[in-house]
């Protein structure tokens, strides 16, 4: 089974610049999430869907971020525009519909450097 | 030893040794665990979890230790091999009916042959 796939792994932008990053999921999984990790803490969760809903995007500031799975498939993370301390590591992370929290797959992340 | 680093407090062991990694939980009302194992350049990769109405759990040479009167919980690993080489982050369930998880700090590991 193919795990969960993300692109770019990384990305070097300038502040005040738009970046996106992208995430398929494991086949069938309903659930998406996405996670930042700053260098040297856990991953914290920015936005949850289910299908192409959101469940959850309490901790996303969206004054600059956005997230869309228009097809409930995919995924798009778009920050615009960035600032030095978007600087982290943007994890997708899948579960199957009705999954249980260790049925969480994650796939290798996006390291951002924003300059 | 353990020690405070720049970024995220290290353990540091000889091969075989067993190593004990503790977390602090934050929320008392929190009613289920992960521990999550992460290699550099890789996502967080799932080892164990445990309920709140358990206090131990096993796996294969690892168990998790749940104290909730203090908040705490720790993660055993025997015989500590240097694949075990990695950032350990234990993980809360803070919503009930919502399958989102909250991440402590993360310990490194640092096995040595």
């Known amino acids: 089974e193919a795990g969960v796939a993300q692109s770019p792994r990384y990305k070097i932008i300038e502040k005040r610049q738009s970046v996106a990053f992208w995430c398929n999921p494991i086949?069938?999984?309903?659930?998406l999430y996405w996670y930042q990790q700053i260098l040297g803490q856990g991953p914290k969760l920015l936005i949850q869907?289910?299908?192409?809903?959101?469940?959850?995007d309490s901790q996303l500031p969206k004054d600059r971020f956005s997230a869309e799975r228009l097809k409930g498939v995919d995924s798009t993370l778009k920050i615009q525009p960035a600032k030095l301390e978007d600087s982290a590591v943007y994890l997708c992370?899948?579960?199957?519909?009705?999954?249980?929290?260790?049925?969480?797959?994650f796939g290798p992340g996006t390291r951002l450097t924003v300059l | 030893g353990e020690s405070v680093g720049l970024h995220l407090p290290t353990l540091s062991v000889q091969e075989g040794d067993n190593s004990i990694i503790n977390c602090a939980y934050s929320?008392?009302?929190?009613?289920?665990f992960i521990w999550y194992k992460q290699e550099s350049g890789k996502g967080p990769q799932f080892i164990i979890d445990?309920?709140?109405?358990?206090d131990k759990r096993q796996g294969q040479r690892v168990t998790v230790l749940l104290n909730k009167t203090v908040k705490h919980l720790s993660l055993q690993i025997a015989a500590t091999q240097p694949g075990d080489s990695a950032v350990y982050f234990c993980?809360?369930?803070?919503?009930?009916?919502?399958?989102?998880?909250?991440f402590g700090k993360g310990t490194m590991l640092l096995v040595s042959p």
């Open positions: 992370a899948s579960t199957p519909l009705g999954g249980r929290l260790n049925e969480q797959f």
């Open positions: 086949s069938g999984h309903a659930t």
């Open positions: 869907f289910q299908n192409n809903g959101v469940v959850d």
């Open positions: 929320n008392s009302a929190s009613d289920y």
């Open positions: 445990i309920r709140s109405n358990m």
């Open positions: 993980a809360e369930n803070l919503h009930s009916g919502y399958s989102t998880l909250t």
